[in-house]
């Protein structure tokens, strides 16, 4: 208690100098007459009584007139409402002079109480409202600061968040490339195969060419012509020069398509710092296509129906990954046995490049998602659902849309519209 | 919180009638003084009104001494009904023993009973009573005004029927049922100071006795 009056006395230190108390307290005699002039009260008191007195206090302590007890005085005690405060002595007033005084000094009492209770009663609820206050104040300030630290964590958070979306995305992206760079080296292996094994059989068919000829060289040396001319012939080194400049004409023609593969290889392998060039699309599309036919080959027929298209300025190796891209699904929407059907045209000033399957379609209620992000309807870790997204991306960088059809157990097709000009 | 100064031998008991604006408890308290007849009995005080309407409180004071010559004091006070006086109203009811929420029996006044109950339970709780452990009693004022105007006693005994807290009609203008009231008080607030002051064993007080110093029969 005491503790509690020191703290909030400290407390209101400088905004309110006084501690309440309560006002419904019971005061005593020197508390009520704490507003009156004690000098004027005696002086007042001698004259009514005629002379010397004494006002005591319910403890018998004098608060006023004369120090010294008298013998025999006569006594009034005054009353407060159902206390005794006190009494009044006189050495020479009668009963009555002296019983009105003592109810005059109640009449008093009386009033000073009401103005105490009054103010008291008035200081704890001004100090209540102001308590209130400070406290609605404190717990405002408190829930401001709460609010601040809420609101900064959660941009933090969503900073955070942001960053880690954004090198997700990344590696996504990073992934997708990866995937169809893997899809692609399998496609290239296969078509290099190709040349390289007919190269490596004709070499080793020019070795032994080279040894016959070889064999020739002794007979020559003897200087027999006759002997060196039947020996030629035996050897049929007529048919043995034709076929040898077939040979290398034809190994000739494979290193060329090596070198025409690894030149287009490079439209992929770049795709990063690629530069705009002036190509005719429908080589891209062999190219995807011969791509996708090296793995899918048994699966999928796939027919080419290209018109002639104007040269048209891109990145090629962006628009081969967006056609490999399209190509493979196509591929994967085909369970068993399908074809796949490739065509390119001019319509009025646009390019347009369809790919069709005759696969499993797509639901409805899918079409119109399938450009998000990370939406994919294939088996969790199959794909990261960013294929589509990044070939709307490169033909929208190209000024150019895909469109999509599709009905669900017929096939899909995929539309590529490119600005012609 | 009753008081027990040992130097002046006085236990100082607080009792406040609480309810809303022109219910009554003013008139309870006047009614009070001129019907009780203890040992002791002080004079009201009306501190300050204004067109008939306590701004700060009354007070009226009675008492009695026991056998073993404490004195025993009751400080009725009631608070100030207006919606406006909430802070006055909080001061007057701290430290209280017990309470009777004096509820107007006029139909016009039903969301005024209710929001002044709302109001007591809050401010009991502020000023930190135990509102559930509380001496209270719910007083039903007004039933001298005409039947169409008030709840009838069945409707008002149905909704309260949940309640822990005795229930009186009264009609405090002419005096009636205000005395029981007191009494219904008197009869919860004794148990907790016997506990407390040890009424019975120290000061050989028992409720009956105690009830009859206080109300002079
Ligand atoms: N008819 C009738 N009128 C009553 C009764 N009790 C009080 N009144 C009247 O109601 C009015 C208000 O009474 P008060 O006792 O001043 O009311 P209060 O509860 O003290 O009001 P506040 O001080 O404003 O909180 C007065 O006109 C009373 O005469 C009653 O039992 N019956
Ligand atoms: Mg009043």
């Known amino acids: 208690m005491l503790a509690s009056r020191l703290l909030s006395a400290l407390y ?43 006002l005591l206090g319910a403890d018998g302590r004098r608060l006023l007139g004369s120090e010294e007890p008298y013998a025999q005085p006569r006594r009034a005690e005054i009353h407060y409402d159902l206390d005794l405060l006190g009494q009044l002595e006189s050495a020479s007033a009668d009963e009555a002079r002296l019983s009105a005084a003592a109810a005059m000094i109640e009449l008093m009492l009386r009033l000073s109480a009401r103005y105490h209770m009054a103010a008291e009663l008035h200081i704890e609820t001004v100090h209540e409202d102001f308590a209130a206050l400070q406290q609605k104040h404190a717990a405002m300030m408190e829930s401001e600061a709460r609010y601040k630290a809420l609101s900064e964590e959660l941009e933090a958070r969503v900073r955070e968040q942001v960053k880690i979306i954004e090198s997700a995305q990344r590696q996504l992206y990073q992934a997708e490339k990866l995937a169809s760079i893997g899809q692609l080296a399998a496609g290239v292996a296969h078509e290099i195969n190709n040349p390289i094994g007919f190269i490596r059989s004709n070499l080793s068919t020019a070795q032994q060419y080279v040894s016959k000829l070889g064999a020739l060289e002794s007979v020559m040396q003897t200087g027999n012509m006759a002997q060196f001319q039947s020996a030629w012939k035996e050897a049929g080194i ?14 000739v023609d494979g290193a060329d398509r090596v070198t025409k593969i690894v030149s287009d290889l490079k439209g992929f392998s770049n795709v990063d710092q690629a530069e705009e060039e002036i190509v005719d699309l429908n080589d891209n599309l062999r190219f995807a296509c011969n791509m996708l036919a090296g793995q899918t080959r048994d699966k999928v027929e796939l027919v080419m129906e290209l018109g002639d298209l104007p040269k048209i300025l891109c990145f090629p190796g ?14 994967q929407a085909i369970v068993d046995q399908g074809r796949i059907e490739v065509s390119s045209e001019v319509a009025g000033s646009e390019v347009h490049i369809r790919i069709s399957d005759n696969g499993c379609g797509i639901p409805e209620m899918n079409l119109d998602r399938l450009f998000d992000p990370f939406f994919t309807t294939r088996q ?13 991306d490169i033909v929208q960088a190209h000024g150019g849309r895909i469109e999509v059809k599709s009905k669900e157990g017929m096939g899909t097709t995929f539309t590529v519209i490119l600005p012609a000009g | 919180m009753a008081e027990f100064d040992e130097v002046n031998r006085k236990i100082t008991i607080k009792l406040v009638y609480y309810g809303p604006a022109q219910s009554g ?63 006055t109203r909080k001061a007057v009811l701290s430290r209280a023993d017990g309470v009777v929420f004096v509820a107007d029996s006029q139909r016009s006044q039903s969301v005024n009973n209710a929001e002044a109950f709302q109001n007591l339970e ?44 005795p229930l009186v009609f009264s009609s405090a203008l002419v005096g009636e049922g205000v005395r029981e009231t007191l009494f219904k008080l008197l009869e919860q607030v004794y148990p907790a100071l016997d506990r407390l002051f040890g009424l019975q064993q120290e000061h050989d007080v028992g409720q009956q006795a105690f009830i009859s110093a206080v109300l002079g029969d």
């Open chain 1, 12 to 54: 209101w230190g400088t905004e309110l100098e006084i501690t309440p108390l309560p006002f419904d307290r019971d005061l005593n005699l020197q508390e009520l007459l704490a507003g009156v002039s004690l000098e004027r009260l005696g002086g007042i008191l001698k004259a009514l009584l005629g002379g010397d007195f004494r």
């Open chain 1, 318 to 331: 962006h628009l081969n990954q967006v056609f490999l891209n399209l190509l493979l699904n196509a591929a």
């Open chain 1, 238 to 251: 007529a048919f043995l020069l034709e076929d040898f400049t077939a040979l290398l004409g034809e190994s």
């Open chain 1, 380 to 392: 969790v870790g199959s794909g990261t659902g960013l294929g589509l997204t990044v070939c709307r």
């Open chain 2, 25 to 87: 408890k003013t008139t309870n308290l006047m009614r009070l003084h001129d019907l009780l007849a203890p040992d002791l009995k002080g004079e009201i005080m009306t501190l300050e009104t204004q067109n008939d309407r306590t701004l700060f409180f009354d007070l009226l004071p009675l008492g009695f001494r026991t056998p073993s010559g404490w004195l025993v004091k009751l400080k009725l006070f009631t608070v100030p009904g207006q919606v406006a006086h909430d802070a």
């Open chain 2, 122 to 165: 809050e401010n009991v709780q502020r000023v930190g009573m135990d509102f559930s452990h509380m001496p209270l009693v719910v007083q039903f004022n007004k039933r001298d005004l005409p039947e169409a105007q008030i709840f009838s006693e069945n409707e008002i005994r149905q909704r309260w029927s949940q309640t822990p807290w």
